[in-house]
């Protein structure tokens, strides 16, 4: 079963706007990832936040994390059409020794 | 480094046929993942190593699927015999630690089952 599930599973936005994508999980973690992926192509790892920190930013993106909502959320400001992707959030499974990924918010930004 | 690397990018076979699926991970990551992704499913977690030792195969769906890792360089997943609902994006993922750290993932390989 899915350790993360994101929310909405599709986003379309013009560029320009920022994109809000959520996550929320089932137990507790170390820390949760937020990856990306290009239509027909792998995940690429955008960012990790740790248990014991609230937010993150990196470039454009910025990511919270409430651990007694277990939710997070990624931020993307000033979409450009090249975000358009997917969007997964991962946390450990409950021995803490994998990363188990959600569905993906399917993100569309058109020009 | 070039990444994580998978081979074939997509191989189409028909049902009852043997299909291997390779991947060299990134020098000097300690962890190798297998994942399966469909539509349906999303991404799931089949099987993962440290220091080329299988470490939880939990997620092999059943016997007809096998991985190895021979040595720190390369991993294979084999499907013997296939079937159509095996049809999916396979993923390898290397990493430095088993979920401390982020994933690299190779580009998949594209497998169809007819």
């Known amino acids: 079963s899915q350790q993360g599930e994101e929310d909405p599973q599709a986003l379309s936005i013009q560029e320009g706007e920022n994109a809000t994508m959520n996550c929320s999980y089932k137990?507790?973690?170390?820390?949760l990832q937020w990856y990306r992926q290009n239509s027909g192509r792998g995940l690429v790892h955008l960012i990790l936040?740790?248990?014991?920190?609230r937010e993150k930013h990196s470039g454009r993106l910025r990511v919270t994390l409430d651990t007694s909502k277990k939710s997070s959320s990624l931020l993307i400001t000033a979409s450009r059409a090249a975000d358009t992707a997917s969007y997964f959030c991962a946390a450990t499974n409950q021995a803490g020794t994998a990363l188990i990924f959600g569905k993906g918010t399917t993100l569309s930004v058109s020009s | 480094d070039a990444g994580v690397i998978q081979s074939p990018r997509h191989e189409v076979t028909e049902m009852g046929q043997e299909v291997t699926l390779r991947c060299k991970p990134i020098s000097g990551h300690d962890y190798l993942f297998w994942y399966r992704q469909t539509m349906m499913r999303g991404l799931e977690l089949l099987i993962y190593?440290?220091?080329?030792?299988?470490?939880?195969d939990s997620g092999m769906p059943e016997d007809r699927f096998s991985a190895k890792m021979p040595n720190a360089s390369f991993s294979t997943l084999k499907i013997q015999p296939s079937e159509p609902r095996d049809s999916a994006v396979y993923f390898c993922a290397s990493s430095l630690a088993a979920a401390s750290s982020g994933y690299t993932f190779g580009s998949g390989t594209r497998l169809t089952v007819v």
């Open positions: 190593f440290n220091n080329n030792v299988p470490i939880d």
């Open positions: 137990t507790s973690i170390n820390n």
């Open positions: 936040i740790r248990s014991n920190e």
